[in-house]
């Protein structure tokens, strides 16, 4: 039987596919999980009444070692159902893997991302953006500069840099906090690439009715009060073509 992966969407369950739902109908084992991205609170509750099933929640372990799905999937027909799309997630592509070493068969019910979401609302052009980061949180032992140098590599290039903020222990980390943390990870590396003046796209919670699209100084940004809820993404724009420059225009904050 086979483990199905079944992309959900941006924002809720209205975003998944018919193919999707048709899936999940059939399915005699239904897992999801909510780790990986953010959705709409009520989502899983609300898809349980659309499909007739009910749908057992995983925490980030239990996916990650995959034993119970990979168990069932080996004698029933199972769904994972993941926000976005499955594939984006490194986890999902371990699990996976997994199962085609157990023989498996595995299906992939894809979805929209926020990853091309956030892209499409931007403005800007998809083949301009370069290596996707990560902001993560500090802490006093754990202070990670990563994504400054993939900051700095596509500017480089000219690139734009899509920069995904930090979930941890169901704490989302702010777009306010995520430009604090990049002017203090820019006081170590002293690369003159991000400061007050530097242009920031944000872009809160994408995909759902109160999405919201603010571009600007981030000295400017940091004084906003009005940027929105997380989820957030962040975009340090590039080297812009003159449409890309008029799109964000439209959002400035």
Do not use: C
């Not at 193919?19 to 909510?34: H, M, N, T, W």
């Not at 594939?87 to 996976?96: D, F, G, N, Q, Y």
């Not at 290596?131 to 994504?147: G, H, V």
């Not at 796209?201 to 995909?207: D, F, H, K, M, N």
Request: hydrophobic fraction near 40%; charge should be neutral.
């Amino acid at each position: 039987m086979p483990l199905t992966f079944i992309g959900t969407g941006v924002w809720e369950e209205t975003d998944i596919s018919l193919k999707g739902l048709e899936e999940l109908r059939d399915s005699d084992v239904i897992f999801a999980e909510q780790y990986t991205s953010e959705t709409e609170d009520g989502t899983i509750e609300r898809l349980e009444k659309l499909i007739g099933k009910s749908i057992t929640v995983l925490t980030r372990e239990e996916v990650e070692d995959g034993k119970s799905i990979l168990a069932e999937a080996e004698r029933k027909r199972v769904a994972l159902v993941v926000a976005g799309d499955p594939m984006i997630a490194t986890t999902h592509i371990s699990l996976k893997l997994d199962a085609l070493k157990r023989k498996i068969p595995v299906r992939i019910i894809h979805s929209s991302s926020i990853l091309s979401a956030a892209i499409s609302e931007s403005g800007l052009h998809t083949y301009k953006f370069g290596r996707p980061a990560t902001l993560p949180f500090w802490s006093e032992k754990y202070k990670p500069t990563s994504t400054y140098d993939a900051i700095a590599e596509n500017l480089a290039r000219g690139l734009h840099t899509m920069l995904f903020l930090d979930l941890k222990d169901g704490k989302r980390m702010t777009a306010h906090e995520a430009m604090d943390l990049l002017l203090e990870i820019e006081k170590g590396k002293n690369g003159k690439i991000i400061t007050p003046k530097t242009k920031l796209l944000v872009l809160s919670r994408i995909g759902s009715e109160a999405q919201k699209l603010s571009y600007g100084e981030i000295g400017k940004l940091q004084k906003s009060k009005t940027l929105g809820s997380t989820p957030f993404i962040l975009i340090l724009p590039g080297k812009l073509h003159f449409t890309e420059a008029e799109a964000l225009l439209i959002n400035s904050a």
